[in-house]
T-cell receptor, first 116, second 110 residues
């Protein structure tokens, strides 16, 4: 079955610690995205990558870092510089302008990060 | 940049129809989507419509697009308690990133 997996589902972090969230897809999609979701604020784009070894900052990149060494994987590191990291993090992937033309994003199940 | 607006909350009685509305700003938006998010889960694509269409029906779901007013709506017929979720409107130019609305929380009262 093709899909996107995120791990772990729940993550707890002490203040001052870096933590890495995993995102893997086997849909052969070129592009991958990280969003942050807070209550009443919808989805905010953190980083996105349209191709391996390349990524761009989204709207709220400060305090986060990413890498894209493999097509299937797009891990997100929440650094100690992120002042308010408690949120629900969603990973997505797509192939913009693909054969279907739709380009819709497919989402993982999310990781809930809580800072203690 | 693109802006997508939705109301935050909608409450309906079980069996009634629900209508969730969305407005967007970029007239070049080619693809328009509706996603559903259940509590603690990711987003799931419900349906989509191309900008050259006015309406699309898929079982209990009807999507209406008014391109002149840049208005998109999702109608859910015979709303069930299992339809309670957050519904996101999203738009894309196809080769660009998708822009999401803030999400409308649908509450279905038994």
């Amino acid at each position: 079955d093709g899909g996107i997996t995120q791990s772990p589902k729940y993550l707890f972090r002490k203040e001052g610690q870096n933590v890495t969230l995993s995102c893997e897809q086997n849909l052969n999609h070129d592009a991958m995205y990280w969003y942050r979701q807070d209550p009443g604020q919808g989805l905010r784009l953190i980083y996105y990558s349209q191709i391996v070894n390349d990524f761009q900052k989204g709207d709220i990149a400060e305090g986060y870092s990413v890498s894209r060494e493999k097509k299937e994987s797009f891990p997100l590191t929440v650094t100690s510089a992120q002042k308010n990291p408690t949120a629900f993090y969603l990973c997505a992937s797509n192939t913009p302008g693909s054969g279907s033309g739709r380009g819709e994003q497919f989402f993982g199940p999310g990781t809930r990060l809580t800072v203690l | 940049g693109e802006d997508v607006e939705q109301s935050l909350f909608l409450s309906v009685r079980e069996g009634d129809s629900s209508v969730i509305n969305c407005t967007y700003t970029d007239s070049s938006s080619t693809y328009l989507y509706w996603y559903k998010q259940e509590p603690g889960a990711g987003l799931q694509l419900l349906t989509y419509i191309f900008s050259n269409m006015d309406m699309k029906q898929d079982q209990r779901l009807t999507v209406l697009l008014n391109k002149k007013d840049k208005h998109l709506s999702l109608r859910i017929a015979d709303t069930q308690t299992g339809d309670s979720a957050i519904y996101f409107c999203a738009v894309s130019g196809g080769y660009q990133k998708v822009t999401f609305g803030i999400g409308t929380k649908l509450q279905v009262i038994p």
